[in-house]
């Protein structure tokens, strides 16, 4: 790795953040029946994946996994294909939150169903908000520059890890 690309958390870190995230969910969902995970796109829903696994070996709660595909720089939420029940419990999932702009043009579609209850948990929370959203669950907050960029890079090969760029 280069000296330009600073590992934040490596393989084995992200594991035991997954683990703890995956607790998280479950105290937080603790009276749902049926939990509807939804991971954003890309890394969001690759994390929401690894979240259900571990929910489903901690949890009797029936789980359900869905993917939440928007166009980040322009989400026309009319092309976004997800269907949910009414009053459900949902836990939208993403990678890093940097400006807050993706999870709330997310949650703006997710309220549509009117949810129960609706949590929001990010791997790595930046804290460089524009909009009003926050993370309730997160896995690490950084503080960072504008200028730099974090990253979740997941190789198959490799294994994952949280770089700055």
């Known amino acids: ?5 600073p ?7 992200i594991l035991h953040k997954i683990q703890r995230l995956a607790w998280e969910l479950n105290d937080r969902h603790s009276k749902a ?15 929401a994946q690894q979240l259900v696994t571990k929910l489903k070996s901690i949890s009797d709660i029936n ?20 269907s949910l029940p009414s009053g ?16 709330l043009w997310a949650v703006i579609k997710l309220m549509e169903f009117h949810p129960q209850q609706l949590s929001t ?15 309730d669950i997160k896995g690490i907050s950084l503080s960072t520059t504008l200028q730099e960029t974090v990253q979740l890079i997941v190789e198959a090969d490799k294994g994952v890890k949280v770089c700055l760029l």
């Open 88 to 103: 459900a419990h949902v836990a939208l999932v993403d990678d890093v939150l940097n400006s807050g702009r993706t999870l």
């Open 63 to 82: 789980i359900n996994l869905f993917e939440l595909a928007l166009d980040k720089n322009n989400p026309n939420l009319a092309d976004v294909k997800i």
């Open 33 to 47: 029946e049926q939990l509807y995970v939804v991971g954003i796109q890309g890394n969001g829903y690759w994390l």
């Open 121 to 135: 948990t990010v791997l790595v929370d930046r804290s460089h908000k524009r909009y009003p959203v926050k993370a």
């Open 7 to 13: 590992e934040i958390l490596s393989s084995e870190d």
């Open 1 to 5: 790795m280069s000296s330009k690309t």
